[in-house]
């Protein structure tokens, strides 16, 4: 039976010490390019467009990152394109926007799919963001870009 808890907790702490590597980051600029390996001499993926768009880096290699978006699209970017600021893209469609971290505050606007936020603070299940002229809470749950 000690041998079970002991392999238990071996896989336990190597599934954690792989996926505790893992963090977000959001892009820097308007257009962003997306390599297939990690250095300028590899080709082209795609273009991103988006400012703020967050991204999951997976690997490092030198001054580039690998990284996922919320679409699963997988490529190197450097990282002079990369920033610290938070933003989110919603997962769910018609998500409402509270006044008050509560689901009993008053609702004032509704988020599509899709739609990126920035993140002001979050605290427990709520996030507080910003999406163009409002500014309000959301379910955190409703997010993809935070760990």
Known sequence: MLKIIYIFFIIYFS???LFANEYFLTLRNEKVNLRQG?????????????????VLILEKSENFRK?????????????SQLSKKKAAITIDDDQLIFNKPSIY??????LKKGRLCKIHKCK??????????YKGWVK????????
């Open 38 to 54: 990690p250095s300028f001499e590899y080709p082209i993926k795609l273009f991103y467009k988006k400012k703020f768009l967050p």
């Open 140 to 147: 955190k749950d409703i997010l993809w870009g935070l760990l």
């Open 15 to 17: 599934f954690q010490s």
């Open 105 to 110: 505050s008053k609702p004032f606007a509704i």
């Open 124 to 133: 427990d299940e709520w996030c507080k963001i910003s999406v163009e002229k």
């Open 67 to 79: 990284i996922r978006d919320h679409e699963n699209n997988t490529g190197w970017i450097h990282i």
